[in-house]
T-cell receptor
């Protein structure tokens, strides 16, 4: 059981470049989400999805796009990378209930120069 | 809206010392409360949770009690080990927010031999 798989683990981008962070889960979870982790700020929600074909914005969505064509996959796209997007990104999945455990990927450390 | 406030870190303790990490919250609705732990280089994983007032979550010697009257969910451990060195996050979710977690800032714990 792989759980939540994120790729890549590390990435360096130049300002203005685009890229996609991949996230896949094999637990048949309805809910998937992307967070960014910055020092002293905890984790902040970027985008989330409650099922295939349904996405919504979180707390810090600007500069990011998502899609959910299947239950398993939830990629995060950076359209034009900026230094302010240097961060550690985590994908998470869970059943769509408030009292349920969230499972996290191992993270992607992104540096934008 | 929902918010979580954790005690400021970092926290440095000697092995076998008593640990308390404070967590208080504000929530619209009736929250479920969580502690997540992040070991170096890894994603977050659930440490414990409580879903109603006066519930005590426990795992790996850690405990936290859901105190509705003080809106708190403090994490405690009687005797910490070097292997407990990690970042600890308090989080909540409500029926209104569904699986969307609101995180505290995180507390870095270092345990020295």
């Amino acid at each position: 059981n792989a759980g939540v798989t994120q790729t890549p683990k590390f990435q360096v981008l130049k300002t203005g470049q685009s890229m996609t962070l991949q996230c896949a889960q094999d637990m048949n979870h309805e809910y998937m989400s992307w967070y960014r982790q910055d020092p002293g700020m905890g984790l902040r929600l970027i985008h989330y999805s409650v099922g295939a074909g349904i996405t919504d914005q979180g707390e810090v969505p600007n500069g990011y796009n998502v899609s959910r064509s299947t239950t398993e996959d939830f990629p995060l796209r950076l359209l034009s990378a900026a230094p302010s997007q240097t961060s550690v990104y985590f994908c998470a999945s869970s059943y769509n209930r408030a009292n349920t455990e969230a499972f996290f990927g191992q993270g992607t450390r992104l540096t934008v120069v | 809206g929902n918010s979580v406030t954790q005690m400021e870190g970092p926290v440095t303790l000697s092995e076998e010392a008593f640990l308390t990490i404070n967590c208080t919250y504000t929530a619209t609705g009736y929250p479920s409360l969580f502690w997540y732990v992040q070991y170096p280089g890894e994603g977050l994983q659930l440490l414990l949770k409580a879903t109603k007032a006066d519930d005590k979550g426990s795992n790996k010697g850690f405990e936290a009690t859901y105190r509705k009257e003080t809106t708190s969910f403090h994490l405690e451990k009687g005797s910490v080990q070097v292997s407990d060195s990690a970042v600890y996050f308090c989080a909540l979710a409500t029926e209104t927010s569904g699986s969307r977690l609101t995180f505290g800032e995180g507390t870095q714990l270092t345990v020295n031999p």
